[in-house]
């Protein structure tokens, strides 16, 4: 069996941390964005349009910043 240097579980833990609260946050953005969408479309139907467009951009915006951590994270892991 081989041990773990502390090098390398020092960029194990960075690695898990990265993805961990990278996604996290991100995820929460889209919930978040999501929900009030709805609420706007449930109180102006007529407006569903310009804010369904809205709320797919500000999504597609939250889902890049959780695939620059995944990046970063796979940088931390493979390269660091």
Same mark, same amino acid.
């Given at each position: 069996?081989?041990?773990?240097?502390?090098?390398?579980?020092?960029?194990?833990?960075?690695?898990?941390?990265?993805?961990? =609260?990278? *996604? !996290? @946050?991100? +995820?929460? #953005? &889209?919930?978040?964005? /999501?929900?009030?969408?709805?609420?706007? %479309?449930?109180?102006?139907?007529?407006?569903?349009?310009?804010?369904?467009?809205?709320? =797919?951009? *500000? !999504? @597609?915006? +939250?889902? #890049? &910043?959780?695939?620059? /951590?995944?990046?970063?994270?796979?940088? %931390?892991?493979?390269?660091?």
């Amino acid at each position: 069996m081989e041990s773990i240097t502390s090098s390398e579980s020092t960029r194990l833990i960075a690695t898990a941390l990265a993805i961990g =609260i990278g *996604g !996290m @946050a991100p +995820a929460l #953005a &889209i919930g978040w964005l /999501a929900a009030k969408a709805m609420e706007a %479309i449930g109180r102006n139907p007529e407006a569903s349009g310009k804010v369904q467009s809205a709320m =797919i951009l *500000g !999504m @597609a915006f +939250a889902e #890049a &910043i959780a695939i620059y /951590a995944l990046v970063i994270a796979l940088i %931390i892991k493979f390269i660091a």
